[in-house]
């Protein structure tokens, strides 16, 4: 595979990811994508956006995977700013998420609480 072709495959991934939150009702202005190869999440949202979704989320659309090194790579890389949602796809497979169980159920413990359970 060619490195133009990959940095296509994580594109699409990225734009996919966008796509759905917009479809959640997200304003396309407030969820946008980062240039393949720019610092930071895969997936940016305006500061509104972050606190719906309290998350740094990482696109990976690859063949094979080591999760645990993809996801330990993003926490170095934004170093325990935000929970990290890491958003993978192999080939001719769905995408799936990752996240640290820990996290998830720190998160919505928090929501829960604030509706009164």
């Not at 490195?3 to 594109?11: E, F, H, L, N, Q």
């Given at each position: 595979?060619?490195?133009?072709?990959?940095?296509?495959?994580?594109?699409n991934l990225q734009n996919w990811v966008r796509n759905q939150f917009i479809k959640l009702g997200f304003l396309p202005g407030d969820v946008k994508t980062a240039?393949?190869?720019e610092p930071g999440a895969d997936v940016k949202f305006s500061p509104a956006v972050e606190k719906a979704v309290p998350y740094h989320i990482e696109c990976k659309s690859r063949q094979k995977f080591a999760i645990y090194t993809i996801y330990k790579k993003a926490q170095e890389?934004?170093?325990g700013e935000k929970p990290i949602l890491l958003v993978i796809k192999q080939n001719k497979e769905r995408?799936?998420?990752v996240v640290d169980a820990e996290d998830f159920f720190e998160i919505?413990?928090?929501q829960l609480t604030s509706m009164g359970y």
């Open positions: 595979m060619t490195p133009k072709s990959a940095k296509a495959k994580g594109r240039i393949m190869g890389s934004i170093k995408p799936l998420v919505y413990e928090s």
